[in-house]
């Protein structure tokens, strides 16, 4: 009796087989946990990044399935909708030629899918080309890798006021999701922006964002965000704004059941009404505000957009709801302490130096928010200086904003700028806001202890509350 020998071409060509079986077969079972897992992946990026996300229909196929969502814009505005193919793992040699493993779970290929009445515009931008494109990939362990791009623009088209012109350069967005602990981060990179119509233009250099956190104890996005510009301008018949070297970023984190968050924000210069002011820098922090008070407030924001879709009329909306935000805010600030250290603004014109510390004093999470108590409690420092001339430029734009409508009472409406700049310094000076001297203006205002004092003299915390609700005194 002869034993058939297997040869090693043999076992390879079978092993072969059961490749191209599992791999045919693979995709299919996949299917139907992809279809899961995508639910739940949509509605945890919809969760971190506070948006209305909707998935209109999902066919699921052998190798790839097609998905059709929308995103619901706020106050009613429409939606935004997109179109996705959802490649099957667990190989796709497509990554190949991106330089990636072809060993995934998924990749999904969007594109925005344009809606009848949005075809016009998108048009006029970008031509043919897709709008935006974008791609996730998923890989065995539920994380996500997602790059998207915005094509480069460079048209013109008629619009209401003549042509309008605009260019860019493209934006690239690069975005990573970890499952396992819900960390999200990603960054947006805007080269080049330039917009020019009959009656303004806008030009923009060098604009990056960036984000890095999640969603927190308290349901609340907690996190480090940051962004920057190199240049930023505007020009108009009215005159010129430009932003240089624009700097800002916010750290938000949580402590037991209160909410810290830190703000940094710098600008090399700023050009505004042909006066160049900077380095500006500001330091803020806002520490110790209640998570529960947060999401109580979400609560109530949510229920003036339903009562918004409803129809309800804003004078109705803002009665029925400020008496509930009125009773959150006690006990959103009673642990609250803020500090800003320095606010500083550089110019021509001379400087302006602030800085501020505000704290309730022994105030616990158990203490009753009764605002007269919390009153009480209040620990603040206020030091203002700021130089002659700078101060009498924003006076005088705030005459231009408001048209010379708070002018103490017997001021003539027929007084040129530089007299109604001075009649208003003089009026700070005589209700002690404001102390001169050689080098300019002091203010300097504290509360200890239910004391307010402005300018070292003693005045009634609730006169002068409902002084600055009811407007400037005449």
């Known amino acids: 009796m002869s034993t058939k020998r297997i040869g090693i071409a043999e076992v390879l060509l079978w092993v072969f087989v059961f490749i191209l079986i599992l791999l045919s077969f693979t995709p299919f079972a996949l299917g139907f946990k992809i279809k899961s897992d995508y639910t739940q992946l949509m509605a945890n990026l919809a969760e971190m990044m506070q948006l209305e996300l909707q998935i209109e229909n999902y066919e699921q196929g052998l190798f790839s399935s097609e998905v059709s969502l929308s995103v619901l814009l706020p106050d009613n505005q429409g939606k935004i909708k997109f179109k996705e193919e959802i490649v099957h793992g667990p190989v796709y040699f497509g990554m190949l030629s991106q330089g990636k493993s072809p060993l995934v779970a998924a990749v999904i290929k969007g594109e925005l899918d344009v809606l009848p009445g949005q075809q016009a515009m998108i048009k006029k931008l970008f031509a043919d080309k897709t709008p935006m494109v974008y791609q996730h990939i998923v890989d065995f362990s539920g994380n996500l890798e997602t790059q998207s791009y915005i094509p480069p623009v460079n048209n013109s088209f008629e619009g209401e006021q003549g042509t309008v012109t605009i260019e860019s350069a493209g934006i690239v967005i690069n975005e990573r999701f970890n499952l396992e602990n819900g960390q999200l981060s990603g960054d947006m990179k805007l080269p080049v922006f330039k917009m020019k119509t009959p009656v303004y233009s806008i030009n923009a250099n060098g604009m990056k964002l960036s984000f890095s956190g999640g969603m927190g104890e308290h349901q609340i996005v907690i996190g480090d965000s940051a962004m920057s510009v190199n240049l930023f301008e505007v020009n108009s018949e009215s005159g010129q704004f430009s932003l240089r070297d624009f700097a800002a970023r916010t750290v938000t984190s949580?402590?037991?059941?209160?909410?810290?968050?830190?703000?940094?924000?710098?600008?090399?210069?700023?050009?505004?009404?042909?006066?160049?002011?900077?380095?500006?820098?500001?330091?803020?922090?806002?520490?110790?505000?209640?998570?529960?008070?947060?999401?109580?407030?979400?609560?109530?924001?949510?229920?003036?957009?339903?009562?918004?879709?409803?129809?309800?009329?804003?004078?109705?909306?803002?009665?029925?709801?400020?008496?509930?935000?009125?009773?959150?805010?006690?006990?959103?600030?009673?642990?609250?302490?803020?500090?800003?250290?320095?606010?500083?603004?550089?110019?021509?014109?001379?400087?302006?130096?602030?800085?501020?510390?505000?704290?309730?004093?022994?105030?616990?999470?158990?203490?009753?928010?009764?605002?007269?108590?919390?009153?009480?409690?209040?620990?603040?420092?206020?030091?203002?200086?700021?130089?002659?001339?700078?101060?009498?430029?924003?006076?005088?734009?705030?005459?231009?904003?408001?048209?010379?409508?708070?002018?103490?009472?017997?001021?003539?409406?027929?007084?040129s700028v530089d007299q109604k700049v001075a009649v208003n310094i003089q009026d700070m000076i005589d209700r002690n806001w404001l102390k001169e001297s050689v080098q300019g203006y002091n203010s300097k205002v504290s509360m200890h202890q239910g004391e307010l004092l402005i300018n070292e003299k003693p005045v009634d915390p609730m006169q002068q509350i409902m002084s600055s609700m009811g407007g400037p005194e005449h």
Request: aromatic content about 4%.
């Open 254 to 415: 949580e402590t037991g059941s209160l909410i810290n968050s830190g703000t940094n924000i710098s600008v090399q210069e700023v050009l505004a009404s042909n006066q160049k002011f900077g380095p500006l820098r500001l330091d803020f922090k806002l520490n110790g505000i209640s998570a529960l008070a947060l999401n109580q407030l979400q609560v109530i924001q949510d229920e003036v957009v339903e009562m918004k879709k409803k129809g309800l009329p804003e004078e109705q909306i803002n009665s029925m709801m400020t008496g509930q935000i009125m009773g959150v805010v006690p006990d959103l600030i009673k642990q609250a302490e803020v500090k800003i250290d320095p606010l500083s603004i550089s110019s021509e014109l001379g400087e302006l130096k602030a800085d501020m510390d505000f704290a309730l004093q022994g105030i616990d999470a158990d203490t009753p928010a009764d605002p007269m108590f919390l009153l009480g409690a209040v620990s603040m420092d206020l030091n203002v200086f700021i130089d002659k001339p700078l101060l009498r430029q924003f006076v005088s734009w705030q005459l231009e904003n408001s048209a010379s409508e708070n002018l103490p009472q017997g001021a003539e409406d027929n007084l």
